[in-house]
């Protein structure tokens, strides 16, 4: 008996993160629940209560120069640079709440150059675009057309704003009127407003403010007929970026990148405050009914001021980096919150609470930001879980902080939890310390302990406390003269009756091992007495190139380092001296792993495995007895980055695996291979990028992997399902296998001929068909040589019918078979009337590539080379037919001749009657 395969590792993509937002334009609706962003030249809309995708809008292929939601969620409309502006209607969609069905309503042209700027009325209804033409134009977002277009900016239109005013019923196009008769007029119209709102003769009228580059900023009349303005405001002297308005104090605010606000009367249009921000203005609003005022900009903070007063109520802050800038504020009346946008595509939630009404005008900390959502990991250098029930992710991100995310979804479906982003994914914390982007990290075994190397030249010590939700930098090592790249803590756990395995938060670990482009290896004890400097225990010249990766075996004695020498090298972690040097690659190596220990070889030394991953794209694994290469495991098409040893779980008697690894490369791929056979296992592929990060579950064996896409991914490993659902399969196809020749055997044809095709046994429905169709005894009428098999065939249903139409034609396209191919459609379409053959269907993936018509058209082009052979067949029957006649006379001619001969004449004989 054969034995049987191994089994084969399999990975499926259980989850992954994605970047939701990578820069532009950003749009929220009312209810703050759906987020519409740039993706590259896409847009994607998000349910930010839970982090999923609800829709992706593919691009023109051009960049998108504007957005927005209507305050429903009803409409998106786009623009880009190629000149059109989509607007897209948003419904709920059949395949769940988690979706958004999003269909293109129309494609306009509106403006000669690109859109710049949108704002949508708080019905939805109508949508203002602004251009670089200096043009605005008004729109029905339902009708699709164009309600009004104002002209009169010089540059490109920068900000525009919808507001509503009250105005008294009489006719108001004095206001249009010359600038004299305005002035003269003006505090007259004045007086008979006031006395007009207080008897109540008002009208509620749209107005559309303006602001363009040139600073000054114009309000259109949506209600009047004449295209010119109704006031032209004058008094910034840059780009104006913030419009909004506040009806309970009749104000108009403006920003600006001058760096002023300024408070505009609706009534008179006069400046009624000037307020210095001394920060290039990006966005402003009023929030508690209009008695404060908010804004962002360059640098990075919100702050508020006081209408009455004019004073800024916050207290001073420290400004942010150039990444900090916020780029964008969101804000609906019905939110309790406001949302930045920064240049570093991180939204942030800031809490209104601290100036809920009745608010007392009083010096106030800055609003509490309580949520924090990335919009792109960018490039994901590392990662690891921590935590002890490793339920968060670490990410090292192209950046100076370590991201904390979490990794459990939220099971409540309250609103509130939502708000504060309790689901798979959603921002933690940030560790903030480092001066430059990090480039390492590492955890110990109880998750609680992070190690991070960074550009800055210094190692910092991060102790992990996320149910206390404390985060906090616990010891900075500072020595190297350079980057360090590579940085390893202890992974064995201690005694389980030992206080450090019991509290490991009080417990930092014993050492740390740091690695720089200086060449250098350091070691540095640690104690729970550390403080913000340490000393290193030894500094080793350790290679003659830069270091890219250290690890620490299982027990804590040794420890390797892997450098762009194209060395190994293996060290006594306790006096730092080298013990063995692993030469073989061929180029600088990435990534060096400790095997644990129950990854080992039986009949080695227990020393264990080693294994290593380098540019020249291989893997080797490595004897630490004698320090020789068991294995070159070869596959990648680029550099070997990072690697990771998978736990062994042992599934039945036919697991035949050996200890498994894990390798991430530059060719996009995660491999997982079987160090016992060397063969590839398993290949994982959603990634379109380097992948720099790698990780395994260290109970469920569950990988995760990171890279230059910005896609995190989570691979959940499916071998033991994979092989249960193999097995059943199995067992399945043997009884249905049996089955069917119990049919054939008793003649049960109706029974025979549906299993066939259920089963997808082609070869079995052709020896069923074949013994019927040339069987000795006929049924007399029966089209197919028996009466119960026409009866099955006409009784068929849709599916089945299409099924058998597909056997058929590959049976006509061979000569040995189409006899029974014929037969099989001759008592099809005897059997059934055109119009139901002619309304077949695929079903599934059977026949997707072509329809009907495709497999017709395919029995048709072989049948008539079919007939044309037997007509050839024919034809030439007939002249063998004249040709045996012919024979035959000569024949008969031939043997009369040699008879005459043989009786001695010399002539022919006549023969008399």
């Known amino acids: 008996m054969a034995q049987r395969a191994s089994v084969k590792t399999t990975y499926t993509v259980n989850k992954f993160l994605q970047p939701i937002y990578s820069g532009g334009p950003v749009a929220v609706s009312e209810n703050g629940r759906i987020l519409a962003a740039c993706l590259g030249e896409d ?60 269909d293109l309503v129309r494609s306009l042209r509106p403006h000669t150059s690109p859109v710049v700027t949108l704002a949508v009325d708080k019905t939805g209804t109508l949508i203002a675009t602004g251009g670089a033409d200096g043009v605005v134009k008004v ?37 249009t009127e010359k600038s004299k008769k305005r002035r003269r007029r003006k505090s007259k119209q004045e007086e008979n407003t006031d006395f007009a709102i207080e008897n109540g003769e008002t009208n509620l009228e749209y107005r559309l403010a303006s602001g363009a580059e040139d600073g000054k900023i114009r309000i259109w009349n949506l209600h009047n007929q004449k295209r010119s303005s109704v006031a032209v405001l004058n008094s910034h002297v840059s780009v104006v970026r913030a419009l909004n308005f506040v009806s309970e104090q009749n104000a108009l605010l403006s920003g600006s990148r001058d760096k002023a606000l300024i408070i505009w009367d609706t009534r008179t249009w006069k400046v009624r405050r000037t307020l210095a921000a001394l920060e290039g203005i990006e966005s402003a609003g009023f929030i508690c009914n209009g008695q404060l005022i908010y804004a962002g900009g360059e640098h990075g903070r919100i702050r508020l001021w006081s209408l009455d007063s004019g004073s800024e109520l916050t207290r001073e802050q420290q400004p942010g980096m150039e990444t900090d800038a916020i780029v964008d504020i ?53 990662l690891a879980y921590v935590g002890i029930d490793k339920s968060l992710l670490a990410l090292a991100t192209n950046s100076e902080d370590i991201r904390i995310i979490s990794l459990k979804a939220s099971n409540s479906a309250d609103a509130g939890e939502s708000t504060e982003g309790k689901y798979f994914g959603a ?80 417990h930092p670990p014993a050492f740390l091992v740091s690695g720089s482009q200086d060449r250098t290896i350091k070691r540095w004890d640690l104690s729970k007495e550390a403080k913000r400097g340490l000393r290193a225990k030894y500094t080793r010249k350790a290679h003659d190139k830069d270091i890219n990766a250290v690890d620490i075996d299982p027990t804590g004695t040794l420890f390797a380092s892997a450098s762009q020498d194209r060395t190994v090298k293996i060290y006594s972690a306790a006096e730092g001296e080298a013990i063995g040097v692993l030469r073989g690659h061929r180029r600088g190596v990435w990534s060096v792993k400790f095997a644990s220990k129950d990854s080992q070889i039986p009949g080695l030394s227990n020393k264990g495995l080693i294994a290593t991953g380098s540019g020249d794209k291989t893997v080797k694994i490595w004897n630490l007895s004698d320090y020789s290469c068991l294995l070159t495991l070869e596959g990648h098409s680029n550099s070997v980055l990072k690697l990771a040893w998978i736990p062994y779980r042992h599934i039945d008697a036919r697991d035949k695996r050996g200890s498994q690894l894990a390798s991430a490369a530059g060719d996009g791929l995660v491999k997982v291979w079987d160090t016992g056979s060397g063969e590839a296992m398993s290949t994982l592929d959603n990634h379109t990028d380097r992948v720099w990060a790698l990780a395994v579950h260290p109970t469920t064996s569950a990988l995760v992997s990171g890279g230059g896409d910005s896609v995190i991914t989570f691979w959940e490993d499916t071998t033991s399902s994979t092989l249960e659902a193999a097995t059943n399969a199995e067992t399945e196809r043997v009884e249905l296998d049996q089955r069917l020749q119990n049919f054939t055997y008793s003649g049960n044809y109706r029974e025979a001929i549906t299993l066939a095709l259920q089963m997808d046994h082609p070869g079995r429905l052709l020896a069923l068909f074949k013994s019927v169709v040339e069987t000795e005894a006929p049924d007399e009428g029966s089209m197919s040589g028996l009466t119960v098999v026409d009866n099955v065939l006409t009784h068929l249903s849709d599916e089945q019918l299409y099924k058998l139409l597909l056997r058929v034609r590959d049976w006509n396209t061979n000569v040995r078979t189409a006899p029974v191919a014929q037969k099989i459609l001759w008592t099809i379409v005897k059997s059934h009337p055109a119009s139901r053959i002619a309304a077949l ?5 059977i026949g997707a590539k072509g329809g009907l018509k495709d497999v017709l058209d395919a029995i048709k082009a072989y049948s008539e080379r079919h007939y044309r052979r037997m007509e050839d067949l024919v034809n030439e029957s007939y002249l063998l037919d004249f040709t045996l006649r012919e024979m035959d006379e000569v024949a008969d001619v031939k043997a009369l001749t040699n008879g005459t001969s043989r009786l001695g004449l010399s002539q022919d004989v006549v023969m008399a009657d």
């Open 43 to 102: 847009a994607l809309i998000t349910d930010l209560t839970n982090g999923q995708e609800l829709a992706r809008v593919e691009g023109d292929g051009e960049v998108i120069t504007a957005l927005s939601l209507t305050p429903s969620a009803s409409h998106l409309i786009l623009c880009s640079r190629s000149l059109s502006m989509r607007i897209y209607a948003l419904a709920p969609s059949e395949l769940g709440e988690n979706s958004i069905q999003v």
């Open 139 to 175: 729109w029905d977002i339902r009708g699709g057309y164009t309600t009004h277009t104002f002209y009169g900016h010089g540059g490109v239109v920068s900000a525009l704003h919808f507001f509503q005013v009250i105005t008294s019923r009489k006719d108001d196009d004095d206001a």
């Open 330 to 382: 969101l804000h609906s009346p019905t939110l309790p919150y406001l949302i930045s946008i920064h240049a570093d595509q991180v939204l942030k939630y800031h809490s209104l609470a601290p100036v809920e009404p009745p608010f007392v005008e009083e010096t106030i900390d800055p609003l509490p930001v309580f949520r924090r959502v990335s919009g792109t990991h960018d490039e994901v250098i590392d």
């Open 427 to 506: 921002d933690v914390t940030l560790l903030r310390g480092h001066e430059d982007i990090i480039i390492c990290l590492d955890v110990d075994w109880s998750g609680h302990w992070l190690a991070t190397g960074a550009k800055d030249n210094t190692a910092r010590l991060w102790r992990l406390d996320p149910a206390n939700d404390s985060y906090t930098c616990f010891a900075v090592m500072t020595g190297h003269a350079e980057s360090v790249g590579a940085i390893a803590l202890p992974h064995a756990p201690p005694a389980q009756s030992s206080p450090a395995y019991t509290d490991p938060l009080s």
């Open 841 to 845: 269907k695929p079903a599934g993936k």
